[in-house]
């Protein structure tokens, strides 16, 4: 058993939170390196929330409308996150798009989970746009964020093969599968330390 105390983690999701619930279930291992200690959502009925507090963690909507501006929404979760102790804060599903301010302020502790192989598909609908493209291998990533979309340095990936007749959907489930084993990988090798982000914006494994 690992004696280090572990990192605690704030999860920024703003739906299902399938992603989250595979964080959470990961860092219930006692050897796993990281905890969640707070969930934020900016959309109130957001289904992950209550799967959180379900494990009595710390779960607040903190939603955009309740603020006048952008700014003031993101002091907000700023605040939130600050006050939760966090070190590492992890987007599972978080669907707006950060300041650069925000984005500075945790660069190189801010992960994010994406839904295709980067750097192909950044943004939404990357399972319509692979099965259009005629790809056939898709899958995920987990990178750094950046004040790029989706453009932050890669930690890690898993490849999902397209077979014929896949939907998006089906194509969906296997590849949130694919998220659900990758996104624990990479928070663990954050968290011990194994990775980080250098100053020139790349992903650095210890010893490389
Ligand atoms: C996932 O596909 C993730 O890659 C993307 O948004 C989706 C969130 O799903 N960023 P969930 O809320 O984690 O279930």
Same mark, same amino acid.
């Given at each position: $058993?690992?004696?280090?105390? #572990?990192?605690?983690?704030?999860?920024?999701?703003?739906?299902?939170?399938?992603? $989250?619930? %595979? &964080?959470? @279930?990961?860092?219930?291992?006692?050897?796993?390196? %990281?905890?969640?200690?707070?969930?934020?959502?900016? #959309?109130?009925?957001? #289904?992950?929330?209550? +799967? %959180?507090?379900?494990?009595?963690?710390?779960?607040?909507?903190?939603?955009?409308?309740?603020?006048?501006?952008?700014?003031?929404?993101? !002091?907000?979760?700023?605040?939130?996150?600050?006050?939760?102790? @966090? #070190?590492?804060?992890?987007?599972?599903?978080? $669907?707006? &798009?950060?300041?650069?301010?925000?984005?500075?302020?945790?660069?190189?502790? $801010?992960?994010?989970?994406?839904?295709?192989?980067?750097?192909?598909?950044? =943004?939404? !609908?990357?399972?319509?746009? !692979?099965?259009?493209?005629?790809?056939?291998?898709?899958?995920?990533?987990?990178?750094?964020? *950046?004040?790029?979309?989706?453009? =932050?340095?890669?930690?890690?990936?898993?490849?999902?093969?397209?077979?014929?007749?896949? *939907?998006?959907?089906?194509?969906?489930?296997?590849?949130?599968?694919?998220? +659900?084993?990758?996104?624990?990988?990479?928070?663990?090798? &954050? !968290?011990?330390?194994?990775?980080?982000?250098?100053?020139?914006?790349?992903?650095?494994?210890?010893?490389?």
């Amino acid at each position: $058993m690992s004696d280090k105390p #572990k990192v605690p983690v704030a999860v920024l999701i703003s739906g299902r939170g399938s992603n $989250m619930g %595979a &964080l959470i @279930a990961a860092s219930l291992h006692r050897d796993f390196p %990281a905890k969640i200690v707070s969930v934020i959502s900016d #959309k109130p009925n957001a #289904k992950g929330l209550d +799967h %959180a507090r379900g494990f009595g963690i710390e779960a607040v909507a903190i939603p955009r409308t309740d603020y006048a501006s952008k700014a003031e929404h993101e !002091a907000a979760v700023i605040a939130a996150i600050d006050a939760s102790g @966090a #070190k590492i804060i992890a987007l599972a599903g978080y $669907m707006r &798009l950060l300041s650069g301010d925000f984005v500075n302020r945790y660069v190189g502790r $801010m992960i994010n989970i994406h839904p295709s192989l980067l750097p192909a598909f950044p =943004g939404l !609908a990357t399972h319509e746009r !692979a099965l259009a493209a005629g790809c056939r291998v898709h899958g995920c990533t987990v990178h750094f964020v *950046t004040e790029g979309m989706d453009e =932050g340095p890669i930690i890690e990936q898993e490849p999902v093969r397209i077979e014929r007749g896949d *939907t998006p959907d089906t194509l969906a489930a296997r590849v949130l599968e694919a998220e +659900h084993r990758i996104y624990p990988v990479a928070l663990a090798m &954050l !968290a011990r330390g194994e990775i980080r982000m250098t100053s020139d914006g790349r992903a650095q494994y210890s010893g490389s």
